[in-house]
């Protein structure tokens, strides 16, 4: 059974920065993309950025290059999301999400993910 656990989020100034964890149990980490998407009150769950099973390879939504910076811990099992220059744009519940299929890329998961954890907070403030 697939677990995620989403923490790091937090109320931030404009400008600021916050580092979110994923961490993931009940199977081979290593073998499985992992991403991060978004959802802002009223609004769709939109991919924000993705890691390759391989971490060779790293994908980010337009709105969060060159700002935001994913990255994995394979001996933690865990996945980050370093979030710098946040603005109110930013605001939003942020979820951790991977694959039921190992080995499959970040691409294939961009529309959705399989499982999910249970979110975590980030506030920007104007």
């Known amino acids: 059974q697939v677990q995620l656990v989403e923490s790091g989020g937090g109320l931030v100034q404009t400008g600021g920065s916050l580092r979110l964890s994923c961490a993931a149990s009940g199977r081979t980490f290593s073998n499985y993309a992992m991403g991060w998407f978004r959802q802002a009150p009223g609004k769709e769950r939109l991919f924000v950025a993705g890691?390759?099973?391989?971490?060779?390879?790293?994908y980010y939504a337009d709105s969060v290059k060159g700002r935001f910076a994913v990255s994995r811990d394979n001996a933690k099992s865990t996945v980050f999301l370093q979030m710098n220059s946040l603005t109110p744009e930013d605001t939003a519940v942020y979820f951790c999400?991977?694959?039921?299929?190992?080995?499959?890329?970040?691409?294939?998961?961009?529309?959705?993910?399989?499982?999910w954890g249970q979110g975590t907070q980030v506030t920007v403030s104007s």
């Open positions: 999400t991977t694959t039921r299929t190992p080995f499959l890329s970040v691409i294939s998961m961009m529309s959705t993910g399989d499982y």
């Open positions: 890691i390759s099973w391989s971490g060779s390879n790293t």
